[in-house]
């Protein structure tokens, strides 16, 4: 009886398989006619066209129409998601309502989404596309002159290091950045895993890509960069995830065409975009060393870049490994007072598991890091300048939701930790840089002419049709007539379906034998994975190939940091000489900020409790300032104790001079307040109790309700630095006001 019941249920489960096939490629041809496709769950109206912008591109900016229920705060920052052009079509950030996007509609922010169309513009190039991004940024921050801060722009995965190039170009137009599963130093990764990093190497470089874009008549196939995704996994592209379909033949399917719909929805791009993609990124690692120029001879620099960056990854990301993710911050820098003296924020988490793909898709991932990210955005944009990771912390009845974001300070030693570099690494990378240049002059000398002469659009057409996944995805479609009595059959097959119980002993040997595949092909991925690995390090390891290279004449690194520019320097000694001129500048407000700074630095932990207790003291009391100015003020006070920490704790009863009792015990009560927000450690505890005893004592001299003022311009004690007068008046004044004095 189980083994009828199972011969049943299986001819039905094969016949609808097929069925479901045949519906993915139909899906295919249908998203292929398309003009414009894309995947998004979400309405939107296109208010800017790349292809009207002085170099036209093939990008749109669309602005998302809240659903039903969901309304924008004029006041809150949009929101700019770009989407990646890696081979699929646009809307994987808002494929689902527990997405990117959704995650900042619900956040009450204007939305944005930057997508794209099947077919680039004639001699579209990489700079056209950053120049593209950087005006829809600027659109989407003129059409909001209410917001409080510059555009929130997520950059995922290829659409990462776009993004990153555009800010370091044009810093004025970035709010944050948020990087996810982006791919900014191209070398890095961990030895036994990322086989990817090493495909340039044992390709002998570049000149295939040339070879690809020529075949394509000027065009390069994406389908070729979606396939090369898919064989990272041998085990899930070749069985599971079309066995898991058949398995759960009554629910899968809808689940699985919505998401085939977007993976197959292959598009194309100019075959120079993606040389020059290949030669300075993938190959030539130039970016994260400053190494690239635009065409009106600007170097792209990341550390030009003025917002806070969240670099966002997963230990279970093959394509976008954390080493590719963060590496780049070790490239640039030599220690966390670099970063500091660059002015720049750089935040960062890495997730444990999760996979490239649910880094944007994933709904558990979008209601914890990216809801977190995006309600948390204006405290990310104050941070002081320095390098923190992220940490989401459950919070049981934290109010507006069920975790609590904070930031603590790490070192260049934490990320080393996680990249793990290897100088010969560098080295063997080098040598295939110079070599792929080696390769593609010849190519380009010997060959390319005689291919470009023999390919014609229509010769190019049928070549991309015979691409393997486009192939398969005309092969089991309605236009192959051998899958015409799958039609017929798969309808009465649903009504007459009769499914098999789960105990029933064939479905149980069935899954095991799934297993075992599963495993057999795991195993077939990890030896092939090793001997790409042993295969790459044995020929570039060759002092030969190397000499060749020009490496073995030199001592140097293959890669070295640029170095500081002598205007940075300057700049550094001047900004210096001001904070510590300014330590004694100020009123209670840079008394309240310096004190909170003071007693944060003991754990070097920024919680987002306090924050929001800070900034809703402000607006108790009318005194609300705007997030820049807040972020201005909350830096100088960061700097001063940084500079000076003695000198600035022993200023704070001259910024206090012009306070009665009433307003010092108003301040102590509001540092309290701010304190509690979240626990504190026992050296946080100690630094509160410092602060508290420094505050009593200017209490103690502090004039009560009736009693006069000290002069305005009363003499410095012996040892403290004298403010300007005229400075000193204009915040006194300001202090008297906001205060109701």
């Not at 066209?49 to 920052?77: A, C, F, M």
């Not at 393997?468 to 039609?487: G, H």
């Amino acid at each position: 009886m189980e083994a009828a019941d199972y011969a049943l249920d299986s001819w039905q489960r094969g016949i609808l398989f097929l069925d479901v096939l045949r519906q993915r490629g139909d899906q295919y041809h249908e998203q292929q006619r398309l003009a414009a496709p894309n995947v998004l769950s979400f309405e939107g109206d296109v208010v800017l066209s790349g292809r009207d912008l002085p170099r036209p591109v093939n990008y749109r900016l669309i602005r998302i129409r809240p659903p039903e229920g969901l309304e924008t705060n004029p006041r809150k920052r949009p929101f700019v998601i770009v989407d990646p052009r890696a081979g699929h079509g646009p809307g994987i950030a808002g494929f689902k309502a527990d997405s990117e996007i959704g995650v900042a509609l619900r956040a009450g922010h204007p939305c944005y989404f930057v997508g794209f169309l099947p077919r680039p513009e004639p001699d579209q190039t990489v700079e056209d596309v950053m120049r593209a991004e950087q005006a829809f940024v600027a659109h989407a921050a003129a059409a909001h002159p209410e917001a409080e801060g510059k555009p929130v722009v997520i950059g995922n995965c290829q659409a990462g290091w776009q993004v990153m190039m555009g800010a370091a170009t044009r810093p004025e137009v970035f709010g944050p950045l948020i990087v996810a599963g982006a791919p900014l130093s191209y070398w890095a990764g961990w030895r036994g895993m990322n086989p990817m990093r090493y495909t340039g190497g044992l390709l002998g470089g570049t000149w295939m890509t040339a070879l690809a874009g020529d075949l394509g008549d000027g065009l390069f196939d994406g389908a070729w960069l979606v396939q090369n995704f898919e064989n990272l996994d041998l085990a899930n592209t070749w069985w599971t995830k079309q066995y898991t379909v058949y398995d759960r033949i009554d629910t899968e399917p809808p689940r699985y065409l919505a998401f085939e719909k977007w993976w197959n929805g292959h598009i194309l791009t100019n075959a120079g975009e993606m040389q020059y993609i290949t030669d300075n990124l993938f190959v030539g690692n130039k970016l994260s060393t400053a190494e690239l120029t635009t065409s009106d001879k600007i170097r792209i620099d990341l550390r030009e870049i003025r917002s806070p960056i969240v670099v966002f990854c997963s230990r279970g990301d093959n394509i976008t490994p954390p080493p590719q993710a963060l590496g780049w911050i070790l490239d640039l820098y030599d220690s966390v007072d670099d970063i500091r003296a660059h002015g720049q924020t750089i935040v960062y988490t890495v997730h444990e598991s999760i996979g490239h793909l649910g880094i944007f898709v994933s709904g558990k991932v979008a209601r914890r890091e990216h809801e977190e990210f995006a309600s948390n955005i204006d405290f990310i944009d104050v941070l002081p300048p320095g390098l923190y990771e992220a940490e989401i912390l459950d919070a049981e009845g934290a109010e507006g939701g069920e975790y609590v974001l904070r930031f603590a300070g790490r070192s260049l030693d934490d990320i080393r930790a996680i990249v793990q570099p290897r100088p010969e690494d560098d080295r063997r990378f080098a040598t295939v840089a110079w070599l792929s240049e080696a390769n593609l002059g010849l190519y380009r000398h010997l060959l390319q002419p005689l291919v470009r002469a023999l390919v014609t659009p229509q010769l190019a057409e049928t070549i991309r049709g015979l691409q393997p996944l486009r192939l398969q995805y005309n092969s089991f479609s309605s236009r192959n007539p051998w899958l015409a009595p799958i039609t017929a059959l798969a309808g009465p097959v649903r009504q007459e379906r009769r499914p098999a119980a789960e105990d029933n002993l064939f479905r149980r040997l069935e899954h095991l034998a799934s297993a075992q595949i599963v495993a057999a092909l795991d195993r077939y991925g990890d030896w092939r994975d090793a001997g790409y690995e042993a295969a790459f390090l044995a020929l570039y390891s060759h002092p030969l190939l190397q000499s060749l290279a020009g490496l073995m004449a030199r001592d140097m690194p293959p890669r070295r940091q640029p170095g500081a520019e002598p205007e940075l320097r300057d700049f550094l000694e001047r900004r210096m000489a001001e904070l510590r001129a300014g330590i004694a500048e100020g009123g209670a407000y840079e008394a309240c900020l310096r004190a909170l700074i003071y007693i944060g630095l003991a754990d070097r932990v920024a919680d987002a409790r306090s924050f929001a207790m800070l900034r809703n003291l402000r607006r108790e009391e009318g005194q609300e300032m705007s997030l820049a100015a807040f972020k201005a003020a909350l830096r100088e006070q960061f700097f001063m104790l940084r500079l000076d920490q003695a000198a600035a704790l022993a200023a704070l009863p001259r910024l206090l001079r012009t306070s009665t009792a009433a307003e010092i015990e108003a301040l102590i009560a509001e540092i309290h307040r701010v304190e509690e927000a979240a626990p504190l450690s026992e050296a946080a505890r100690q630094r509160h109790a410092e602060i508290e005893a420094i505050l009593q004592q200017v209490l103690a001299g502090a004039p009560r309700a009736g009693e006069p003022e000290p002069p305005a311009e009363a003499q410095p004690a012996r040892g403290e630095p004298a403010a300007p007068p005229r400075r000193h008046a204009r915040l006194r004044a300001r202090d008297r006001k906001g205060s109701g004095r």
